[in-house]
């Protein structure tokens, strides 16, 4: 196509991407970048860092003005215009100069929809108070640097990643940050197992958790606000933080008569073309295929966006040797002070909400060889298919090398790889960097250890007294650190010479640490008659108080 005419609704992510891309592909091509805000090109994931002063140079986040997109890659960029229309049938939008009030229309070839998503700000009683913020851009974050500057206490609402991300930087800052979440853990597309120990570093950090409770309504007056929770309680606070979700931008495209998904998000297909042949859309507005089960899903993050708005420029300019867009996985991290936490695929709660069958296991180990000074302990999740034992999802938590874990897993997903496969994975290995048996091996052993009926699994201790709950580590450490309800001390090493002192009429369940002791203590107990369960991942996994006491029948 010569001299085609292509307009851009929003920059960032997918909005700057594609235009980048397009650009390489064709020199000749116009491409006007119309973005509703002043900046078109900011580093949005870098915002919490820079309220925290990590990142002390706010300019660092700008990655590109106007100028230097017109002189790198010769785009047109109106910032602080506003798409009002967009006029399918002569393929034209209607543009308001937000500074002037002007409007214009302007033509296209193709039309490339990036708007983004939006803060969720819920219409509760007192919301419209100046000091409660959202966060989604350069102008969000000056506005919660500026008040944080004066305020002493905060309260962040919504513990996702964003939630906590600002709960840490206005700690850091040094204010006293509360913490309130509607769901029983933080960070809730993780199991809440696996958010145990970002929980237990905020309470080590002084941050008050109110978790499973919500906001009712906001009062205030000149000196704070108050924010009067579901369960009556009243935080008295300077600054506010709404982190409860986003919504998809998706009003143009809705008025535009372009397909939705139930969701709200825009409906695009393989190679980001909406209902409309001449419009593509990418980024946090639209729903993409889900590359672990199928069906749609969606996932706001950068990543994706960025990828998305890569192929819909290829299929623009070179048709079919386009690649499409695969689907995504959702794979995210967070960190909270020290302590981190990853998930990639399909959570177990996700899979039973679903209704899908699925098994999991959940091993421990250092991050790298445990005799190299400075190893950390991971706590490392991963749940498969039973019928043809590939690989669901994975979560991991600790305190180094939880990235590296999480992605090799996001790899192995898109891999279609199974349990076996990661059982013989080949992993760089050095004492500083890792181990001879991965905690990925070790998970993958565990995990085929279980399908091969080697071992039954509990993820719970059970409340049943004609259950016998065996702890197998030593005794100082069993009484130093006791485990939860009635046990059996037996230490490993005296266990084939006590075997005399539990009940083989009984069901037993074993326990240590670690889970390796009560894997070990599972199969001699099972090789001498016990009917065993193991307790995965060990006490070190954490014990979720909310999940009912009951031994499953896996």
């Known amino acids: 196509m010569e001299h085609i005419n292509i307009i851009v609704i929003g920059g960032v992510a997918a909005g700057a991407s594609f235009a980048a891309r397009a650009r390489r592909l064709d020199e000749s091509a116009r491409i006007t970048i119309l973005e509703r805000g002043p900046d078109v090109s900011f580093a949005n994931c870098g915002l919490p860092y820079h309220i925290g002063g990590e ?71 007192g919301i419209d108070d100046a000091r409660i913020h959202t966060l989604r851009n350069l102008q969000d974050m000056d506005r919660i640097v500026a008040a944080s500057e004066t305020g002493m206490r905060a309260v962040v609402i919504g513990a996702g990643f964003i939630g906590l991300e600002m709960t840490e930087q206005l700690q850091r800052k040094g204010l006293s940050v509360q913490l309130v979440e509607l769901q029983q853990q933080v960070i809730p597309p993780l199991d809440a197992p696996m958010a ?9 950090h002084d941050v008050a958790l109110h978790l499973g409770d ?31 979700g986003v919504k998809p931008d998706s009003e143009l495209a809705s008025n535009a008569g372009l397909q939705l998904g139930a969701r709200g998000h825009i409906v695009v297909d393989e190679f980001q073309r909406t209902s409309d042949p001449h419009i593509y859309a990418a980024g946090d507005a639209v729903e993409t295929s889900d590359r672990v089960l199928g069906g749609k899903t969606v996932v706001a993050m950068g990543g994706p966006a960025n990828r998305q708005g890569r192929v819909a420029a290829d299929h623009i300019f070179m048709g079919d040797k386009a690649r499409p867009y695969p689907g995504s996985v959702g794979t995210g991290i967070v960190r909270a002070f020290a302590a981190v936490a990853g998930i990639t695929g399909w959570s177990e709660k996700r899979l039973q909400a679903a209704a899908i069958p699925y098994q999991t296991v959940t091993v421990n180990d250092n991050h790298h060889a445990s005799y190299y000074p400075g190893a950390k302990p991971i706590t490392l999740k991963i749940i498969w298919s039973p019928e043809d034992g590939r690989l669901l999802g994975a979560q991991a938590s600790g305190w180094e090398g939880i990235d590296k874990r999480i992605d090799v897993l996001s790899t192995a997903i898109v891999a279609g790889m199974s349990i076996d496969d990661l059982c ?11 181990s001879a048996k991965d905690v990925i091996n070790l998970a993958g052993f565990a995990a085929c250890n279980r399908r091969d009926g080697l071992v039954k699994h509990t993820s719970v201790l059970p409340d049943d007294p004609l259950v016998q709950v065996v702890d197998v580590r030593g005794k100082p450490l069993a009484d130093a650190f006791p485990a939860p309800g009635k046990t059996i001390n037996i230490p490993f090493p005296t266990l084939r010479a006590r075997l005399d002192e539990l009940d083989r009429s009984r069901p037993v369940v074993t326990l240590c640490a670690f889970g390796k002791m009560s894997y070990f203590a599972a199969r001699v107990l099972t090789q001498n008659g016990f009917s065993v369960s193991s307790f995965s991942g060990g006490l070190k996994a954490n014990i979720d108080p909310r999940t009912p006491a009951k031994l499953p029948n896996s």
């Not at 145990?196 to 080590?204: P, T, Y």
């Not at 760089?428 to 890792?434: K, R």
Request: glycine share 6%; hydrophobic share 40%; charged share 20%.
């Open 214 to 244: 919500g906001v009712a309504r906001f009062a205030g007056n000149e000196n704070h606000v108050l924010c009067h929770l579901n369960s009556g309680k009243v935080l008295e606070v300077d600054l506010v933080i709404l982190s409860i």
């Open 424 to 434: 013989h994975l080949e992993l760089a290995y050095a004492p500083p960097f890792g």
């Open 196 to 204: 145990a120990l970002l929980e237990s570093e905020l309470r080590q």
């Open 55 to 125: 990142i002390p140079t706010r300019n660092a986040l700008a990655v590109h003005t106007p100028e230097s997109l017109k002189g790198l890659l010769n785009l047109d960029v109106l910032t602080q215009s506003e798409v009002t229309r967009i006029d399918r049938a002569n393929k034209r939008v209607d543009v308001r100069d937000l500074r002037t009030g002007q409007t214009q229309s302007l033509t296209y070839d193709k039309l490339m929809l990036a708007p983004g998503a939006s803060p969720i700000r819920p219409n509760l009683p």
